[in-house]
């Protein structure tokens, strides 16, 4: 030790010697190496400032939050909901359809805006004209034409005709069109009359599929057609072109056969005529030989009379005579007079060529009458009377000669032309109009107004589309040509001149032949006339112009008639074929006679079976007909009824078939005269009616009965059953063959008469018998009216009652009504508007429904009435067949008809009740089941239009809707609560979660808003074909349930309740969600559909109380901003029944580098802060490394800056690496659709919820919905993460602050105050607490605020920052809780407001003074700034500037350094070591750890042995792997100084002016030597006062004892000696002790005022330094 002291005190004599000189320059390199820290603290600071500022902006930029919040303020405004905590799920539906309201709006008519497609043209009572004018005029719209043909007659004793007519109803509906899909009429038309017809004109219908909907016609009463009214008019052009030219050519044709007749009348001689005409003219000559006698007496007069004189006036002359009757022989062909040639009547014949050509050699006189009349008495012609006789013979062939003239002027005259109105040619024209009209009118009715009656042109032929129909056929008849020009030929045959004295046969049929040519040429000329096509192309068809003759041809083609037409669609017709129907159905009052038989009635569906003979019915009760064989010669039947044969070939076989054909249909097929239809109805009717037991009690009263088995003969049942069913089916031949070998014969014929009395008796007592049946009949038809009206009124009542009772407990069941009150009674004065107006729109929809269902539930009901109505009707045709049975038995018992007339009778009554059975039957089963039959039908157009967009939904006013609303929710099912002694108050509570489907489409349930009562069919079909179970690959039927089988064909479970109802809600599996039950509201819904679909979905029980989440999410695009908005809102169903709402709104972007200059910059920022973050890590590394080469790498991390330092780097480079993921991995791959197609349809009536391919769409949107839920929650955590880097840089910020004294006030003041604050915070915390616990428990129960402990901390916060709101909810609580709430209140303000907290304020306060008073006056950091600023600039200026005009900062640097000598590195490393030297006070003594290590040592000498218990423990220790014994050795001591140091040291205050002030009068070597010398005297002082108390121990053991008792208040002294000898010791001890520390405590204060003489020397040294430094500035002169 003493050579290195002396070594010690030699370098310490070499540094006193220095010269003062070098003692200068090293403080003035002191001075310089701190103001370059200072200078690179300021450097530091400013660029960490530099790059804060650099990640704050580049974080603005990407977040924008001003942008963001703009879309987030309008998306809250309207989705947000209004509470945080809701009591029903009424209150839920509410906030959705709030939603639904505000964003499904539709867009506004008027604003001058078309917005295709979801404005478009007006048309009915949709559309938006203001905006986009009329269909009509933006498109090529079809007309159509509905004409409805109805006849609501029907069978009494079923539904009455008005209640038909009332219930039925119809209405035009689309299926698939670009526009609305409303109904065209806004209601159902009703018909106003029980049979009529209705016609409706459509000029604005759209294009696309539409559907014609009748609604509850149960028995096709109408008939109808949808008709295109373009197609419609071209074939009605055509018709009326045919008939008109048709009617025209029948009356031409008339004409010209009555012109030509005429004309060949008059080219016929004077005795041809007379035997072809004038024979037949006169009844006289009608009698046997009278022609003869007449025509010879005229033609012998002609022959013998000339010359012979007679008195007669009116006969002068023989030849005059001849000249007359000659006007038809031509003078050229004289000698042939039987040519046709006309004679001039001027000419006259020569009477010797006339005898020449006629008379002959046997021309003599003969006989003349004897009377005027009797050609039989005949007297011969002699002298006497010759010349009357040849007066008279001569006068008559005048009277044929006038008649021969009359018969062509009738001809051409009254036949032809008649009065021009109703006889004559014209009538043949009327005729084939009627009779087109007739015909048309009984099959094709639409035709006929716009034919005979619609037309109203008068303008044939400029305008024959538009011209009347008479018009155009007297254009026909007159031709074009002609009625323009004077028609000549027909103005010669005018009624005067025909009629005209002058007149003679050879005019006459001159003209007829030039009339006839005429016509000709009129026929010809009108059948090339042009027919114009009414249109050149419409749709698929092409019409070019034709002629009338090429119309004409083609409908005779097509078996056109003067009465009849084809059907317009006819494939015959050609060119003229035009199908104008689009849809056609059939119907009328007799429909369900024959309407699905095969459903309905099957035994009265027949097939045609051939009979043997041919039947003509008679009045003969004893041949009731008359029968031939259809086989062979075709042989009449002979006999009568008395005979066998008769029977069995005849009269059976024809009667059978008039039963048959009377109730049996078999549509029209069968041939009349060698077929009938027959069915099994008719199989159950014995053919052999005279065997019938019903008229076999007829025959048992009649008082003859040998007569009466005599008149009806016997017959074999087998024989007239072969005859019957020989042809029919194989299994009736089988049941024959049974019969027969059963044994079944029947009896043989008979004979017997009843002939001409039998007929005669029949002839005059059958009309008394039949008006006595009739009146039966009537009287039986009265009581059945009279029954019939009672059993209505009965039933109107109970339906009635039926109907107030469902509605009673319909209002009684629905508390819809009730929870709005209830709702409405927490703000009854705020609300009262709000809920009344709501009580009534729901009390009017409720109306509304309930209208509705009670009218659909009296068709319902009417319908199941039909069944009792028709056994009604059967037990009243049964008494009425049963009356005129027993009038039959009473007029045979009194002879008023005989027994064959009462078997006639009974025939027909037997026929009667079957067709009135069948009536009756038929009339009670309706034939359309469904209450709705649509009949579909698609309207074409060549610019037909097709819209697939999206609608533009928009939240706000740009933030649009992307494809629609989410909705999901998960349920749980019911189960068994745990047994409980309440479980008799209720039993079941929630269980397991639940993927059962539940819910019920309201659109089949009554009551409902949603309820469609025309998909309420009896039958229970309709429903099948929206929930097809036959799709599903294993349906389940046939379940039991409650001991009874539930869910049969076609209801399977999986889509039927118990009840046979479908399920609305089903499950379907998604990505990344739990199993539950989503909803998706398409973007393309209308308002009004959207409301509806609201309404679908709230009355489906969507959210009911099994449902445990319900989760709302949606997604907006905001354009102008390129920014997506995320909404998602939760609502979480608790047991205690409330709804706890949690929302989720956030926004983002996906397009982050457009190109625009806000994305460059940023782009460019985002890349230098990278940089940045990046050298911040190689910095860190950089200073690990050296650490880890120090060994220093644990003190390094163990530094609370380092590690702030670190974690604040790992979470920038986190930032950095999130950010990036975020562009690579989702922005830049990021999409989503428009619009998704969800379902199947959105205008279906039932099963909206129907996925369209397999849910393929609703898959996609979840896909897409959960990527931007992965985008938010990874933006949530980047922001969050840059959140707490913010803070992390705040920090570090403040400790690179620290160096300066004025801005490190506020980090010393804290790190002065932590210890108190933590030990603050201990005891605030434990009451803070105490407080939120105790105002959990007191009032959690009724306050909001306290209802769970979270948020009790929250309110208690809430309290201490002075938001004292909840005291007015303590204040309202009632009994002791309002006690306990102001104890509350008030103890915790002034508790915790008004003492701790003013605590917290005070320590903070008195830290902050005490660091103000240590830190020194200083200047102000600008002024510092300024001064380093400015020496920089002179450094620089020196540096660079010109000759000697300053020092460089780095060259000064380096000379001061060089001047005052360098400190080696064991100096260097002492310093460093002395400034970071903890030192422990004991009795205001500090000891450091070597020290401490000796004071161990000594102590450790004299420790007293280790006492029994101590002893036990080790021992304990020992046996677990422990040491034995706790004697420790240097290495512990050491341990447990160091970490005695450390934990209860405190680092010694050093200063660097002490340390340059000491270490220039000796260096530190030299302070420490001294300092430790005092310590030693302490000790040695110690020691003797130990030594001198007498103690045990001595030596330097007691002497470190002693120091060790004094210092550490041990207990002095060792051994084994007196308690009372050490007691007294020990005190001495202590004594001592106290004088050695007063002692060092006078070395303290003499070195404290050493010191302050170093800090005088200090603050010289500094004035010299200043001075030297002015010097070395000031330039040389």
């Known amino acids: 030790m003493k050579n290195i002291e002396s070594a010690e005190d030699r370098s310490l004599v070499k540094k006193v010697e220095t010269t003062a000189a070098q003692k200068v320059v090293q403080e003035l390199y002191n001075r310089y190496e701190k103001q370059r ?14 790059f804060v500022a650099l990640f704050l902006a580049t974080l603005y930029l990407q977040r924008d939050a001003r942008t963001s919040y703009g879309v ?30 505000s964003v499904w709006v539709d867009p506004v008519c008027g604003d001058g805006i078309c917005e295709v497609p979801f404005e478009y043209p007006s048309y009915s009572s949709f559309g938006c004209k203001a905006d986009c004018g009329l269909l009509t005029e933006a498109l090529n719209l079809s007309t159509i034409q509905i004409d409805l043909y109805f006849d609501f007659t029907h069978l009494s004793g079923s539904m009455s005709s008005s209640d038909l007519m009332s219930q039925t109803s119809w209405n035009l509906c689309p299926q698939n069109i670009a526009y609305s899909s409303n109904c065209y009429y806004s209601s159902d038309n009703t018909f106003d009359r029980i049979s009529g017809e209705q016609h409706d004109t459509l000029s604005d219908v759209p294009p696309g599929q539409w559907e014609f909907a009748l609604k509850r016609d149960i028995f096709n009463k109408v008939q109808g057609a949808v008709r295109d009214v373009t197609l419609l008019d071209a074939s009605v052009f055509y018709y009326k072109v045919y008939i008109a030219e048709a009617a025209a050519l029948a009356e031409q044709n008339f004409e010209i056969s009555l012109l030509t007749n005429a004309t060949n009348i008059t080219t016929m001689d004077f005795w041809s005529f007379a035997d ?3 024979r037949n003219s006169n009844t006289t000559y009608s009698a046997t030989n009278a022609w003869s006698f007449y025509r010879g007496w005229a033609y012998n007069a002609t022959c013998t009379c000339n010359g012979i004189s007679f008195s007669s006036s009116n006969v002068t002359d023989v030849n005059s005579v001849l000249s007359y009757l000659n006007a038809t022989v031509s003078p050229s062909n004289i000698n042939n007079y039987a040519n046709t040639s006309f004679l001039s009547p001027s000419q006259n014949a020569d009477y010797t060529l006339y005898q020449n050509a006629y008379c002959s050699a046997s021309s003599n006189l003969q006989y003349t009458l004897s009377n005027s009349s009797d050609v039989t008495s005949l007297i011969a012609v002699n002298s006497t009377n010759q010349a009357s006789w040849c007066a008279t013979g001569l006068a008559l062939t005048q009277t044929w000669r006038s008649y021969f003239l009359s018969v062509v002027r009738s001809l051409l005259i009254d036949q032809r032309l008649g009065d021009q109105k109703t006889t004559g040619k014209i009538a043949k024209r009327n005729a084939v109009l009627s009779n087109m009209q007739t015909y048309l009118t009984s099959n094709y009715p639409e035709l006929v107004s716009p034919i005979f009656s619609d037309p109203t042109g008068t303008n044939a032929n400029g305008d024959p589309i538009n011209c009347q129909l008479s018009i155009l056929t007297q254009l026909y008849v007159d031709s074009y040509q002609l009625q323009i020009s004077p028609q000549r030929a027909a103005l010669n045959l005018t009624r005067k001149y025909v009629y005209s004295s002058t007149v003679d046969m050879i005019n006459l049929r001159q003209r007829s032949v030039a009339r006839v040519a005429e016509v000709d040429e009129q026929i010809a000329y009108v059948s090339a006339a042009v027919v114009p096509a009414p249109w050149t192309t419409y749709q698929n068809y092409t019409l070019a112009n034709s002629t009338v003759n090429n119309v004409y041809s083609a409908f005779i083609a097509a078996n056109s008639s003067n009465s009849t037409v084809p059907d317009p669609a006819a494939a015959r017709l050609d060119a003229f074929s035009i199908s104008y129907n689009l849809l056609y159905w059939q119907g009328n009052t007799t429909a369900y006679l024959v309407s699905d038989l095969i459903d309905r009635g099957p035994a009265y569906v027949g097939q045609c079976v051939a009979i043997p003979v041919s039947c003509a019915a008679t009045s003969n009760s004893s041949n009731p007909f008359t029968c031939a064989y259809l086989s062979g010669s075709q042989a009449p039947v002979t006999g009568n009824m008395s005979t066998s044969s008769y029977r069995e070939d005849c009269e059976i076989p024809c009667n059978h078939k008039l039963d048959c054909n009377a109730v049996c249909e078999c549509y029209g097929t069968c041939d009349s005269n060698t077929e009938y239809c027959e069915c099994s109805t008719c199989d159950n009717m014995d053919s052999n009616a005279a065997a019938d037991s019903q008229f076999q009690s007829i025959v048992s009263v009649v008082q003859d009965q040998a007569s009466a088995a005599a008149a009806i003969a016997s017959v074999s049942s087998l024989s007239g059953r072969r005859l019957l069913h020989q042809r029919y089916r194989r299994q009736l031949m089988r049941e024959l063959e049974e019969e027969a070998r059963s044994g079944v014969e029947g009896g043989g014929g008979g004979g017997g008469g009843g002939g001409g009395g039998s007929e005669r008796s029949l002839l005059q007592t059958t009309t008394n018998v039949t008006d006595q049946l009739a009146s039966v009949v009537t009287q039986i038809q009265a009581v059945g009216i009279q029954q019939t009206a009672i059993s209505s009124q009965m039933n109107t009542l109970k339906s009635e009652v039926d109907r107030a009772q469902q ?6 069941n629905d508390d819809r009504v009730l929870n709005l009150i209830a709702a409405g009674q927490a703000n009854l004065q705020a609300g009262q508007a709000v809920i009344e107006a709501k009580l009534e729109e729901i009390i009017g929809k409720q109306n509304q429904a309930l209208s509705i269902a009670q009218s659909s539930q009296a068709a319902l009901t009417a319908i199941e009435n039909l069944a009792q109505q028709q056994l009604s009707a059967l037990q009243s045709l049964e008494d009425t067949v049963n009356s005129q049975l027993s009038s039959l038995k009473t007029a045979t018992y009194q002879g008023t008809i005989t027994l064959l007339q009462a078997l006639q009778l009974w025939k027909t009554a037997r026929r009667n009740k079957a067709v009135s059975t069948k009536a009756a039957t038929l009339a009670n089963i309706p034939i359309q089941s469904n209450p709705e039959v649509d009949y579909l039908f698609t309207m074409e157009n060549v610019d037909f239009v097709t819209y697939n967009s999206s609608r533009e939904r928009d939240i706000g006013l740009t933030n649009r809707l992307v494809g629609g609303m989410f909705l999901h929710v998960t349920r749980v099912n019911e189960t068994t609560c745990a047994s409980s002694k309440f479980n008799n108050l209720q039993n079941t509570c929630t269980g397991e979660r639940s993927i059962i489907p539940y819910g019920v489409d309201p659109v089949f349930k009554m009551g409902t808003q949603s309820y469609n009562p025309s998909l309420d069919d009896p039958a229970g079909l309709i429903v099948t074909q929206y929930y097809n179970c036959s799709a599903l690959t294993n349906p389940t039927y046939n379940l039991t349930y409650l001991n009874q089988s539930v869910n049969p064909a076609p209801y399977c479970a999986e889509l039927y309740n118990h009840q046979d109802m479908p399920y609305l809600y089903h499950y379907f599996p998604l990505a990344k969600r739990k199993p539950g039950f989503p909803v998706w509201f398409d973007i393309n819904l209308s308002a009004d559909m959207a409301s509806s679909f609201m309404t679908y979905v709230q009355e489906g029980l969507y959210l009911d109380q099994y449902v445990q989440n319900f989760v709302v999410q949606l997604v907006t695009y905001n354009a102008q901003l390129k920014m997506f908005g995320f909404y998602e809102v939760t609502f979480k169903f608790t047991d205690g029944g409330s709804v706890l709402v949690n929302n989720n709104l956030f926004t983002f972007r996906t397009e982050l580098y457009t190109g625009s200059r806000h994305d460059r910059v940023r782009y460019a920022m985002e890349i230098i802060l990278f940089a940045f973050i990046g050298l911040f890590w190689v910095f860190n590394l950089h200073e690990m490394l050296r650490m880890i080469r120090k060994r220093n790498f644990l003190s390094y991390l163990l530094s609370g800056w380092n590690q702030i330092e670190i974690f604040s780097n790992l979470i920038l480079m986190a930032c950095a690496i999130m950010w990036r993921m975020y562009i690579r991995y989702h922005a830049n791959s990021f999409t989503m ?12 009536p039932a099963n909206m919820l129907a996925l369209n391919n397999g849910g393929d769409q609703l898959a996609l949107v979840n896909d897409h919905i959960n990527r931007v839920k992965e985008i938010v929650t990874l933006l949530n955590w980047y922001y969050t993460l840059n959140g707490i880097s913010i803070l992390l840089l705040l920090a570090r910020i403040l400790r690179r602050m620290d160096f300066q004294p004025r801005l490190g006030v506020v980090t010393r003041s804290l790190w002065l105050a932590g ?14 607490v105490g407080y939120a616990m105790m105002g959990h428990l007191l009032f959690g129960n009724a306050i909001d605020d306290f209802s769970s402990f979270g948020d009790s901390i929250n309110c208690c916060f809430q309290l201490l920052l002075g938001d004292i709101d909840v005291n007015n909810s303590l204040r309202a609580l009632g009994g002791l809780q309002s006690v306990a709430g102001a104890i509350f209140f008030w103890s915790f303000e002034l508790l915790v407001f008004m003492v701790l907290l003013n605590f917290l304020l005070a320590i ?4 902050f003074s005490e660091v103000k008073e240590r830190t020194e006056e200083t200047v102000g950091m600008h002024t510092e700034l300024f001064q380093m600023f400015r020496d920089q600039w002179r450094s620089w200026a020196g540096a660079y500037g010109r000759g000697g005009h300053g020092v460089s900062e780095a060259k000064l640097g380096a000379l001061l350094k060089q001047w005052s000598g360098e400190k080696t590195t064991e100096e260097k490393k002492e310093v460093d070591d002395l400034r970071r030297e903890k030192l422990l006070t004991i009795l205001n003594e500090d000891l450091d750890e070597a020290t401490l290590i000796e004071i161990f040592n000594e102590c450790l000498k004299d420790a007293p042995d280790m006492a029994e218990k101590e002893r036990k423990r080790f021992s304990l220790l020992k046996f677990f792997g422990g040491r034995d014994v706790p004697n420790a050795d240097q290495a512990e001591i050491a341990l447990a100084a160091h970490y005695i140091i450390d934990r209860f040291g405190q680092e010694a205050e050093y200063d660097e002016d002490l340390e340059v002030a000491q270490d220039g009068a000796g260096g530190i070597k030299a302070f420490k030597e001294r300092a430790a010398e005092r310590v030693e005297a302490a000790r040695i002082a110690a020691a003797n006062a130990a030594a001198s108390s007498g103690g045990e121990g001595g030596g330097l053991g007691g002497e470190e004892k002693a120091a060790m008792g004094a210092l550490g208040g041990g207990e002095g002294g060792g051994g084994k000696g007196n308690a009372s000898l050490r007691e007294a010791a020990l005190e001495k001890e202590r004594d001592m002790l106290a004088q050695a520390l007063e002692r060092l405590a006078e ?16 603050r010289q040294l500094a004035e010299q330094q200043s001075k030297l430094v002015q010097l070395i500035n000031e330039q040389p002169t």
């Open 1643 to 1658: 070395v303290q204060r003499e070195l404290a005022e050493g010191q302050r003489n170093l800090m005088q020397g200090q």
């Open 37 to 50: 820290q200072r200078w690179r603290d300021y450097r530091n600071l400013f660029g960490f400032f530099g």
């Open 1404 to 1407: 903070i306060v008195d830290a």
């Open 72 to 101: 987030l303020s309008t998306l809250s405004t309207v989705l947000l909901p209004s509470q945080t905590n809701y009591q029903s799920t009424n209150d839920l539906y509410n906030w959705l359809s709030g939603v639904v309201t």
């Open 1315 to 1328: 210890p108190d604050l933590i030990h603050f915070g201990i005891v605030a915390g434990m009451v803070f």
């Open 1233 to 1244: 659709n428009v619009r998704y197609d969800v379902y199947s349809s959105l205008n279906t």
């Open 807 to 812: 509605l009673a407990q319909a209002r009684a």
């Open 276 to 278: 072809q005409y004038v």
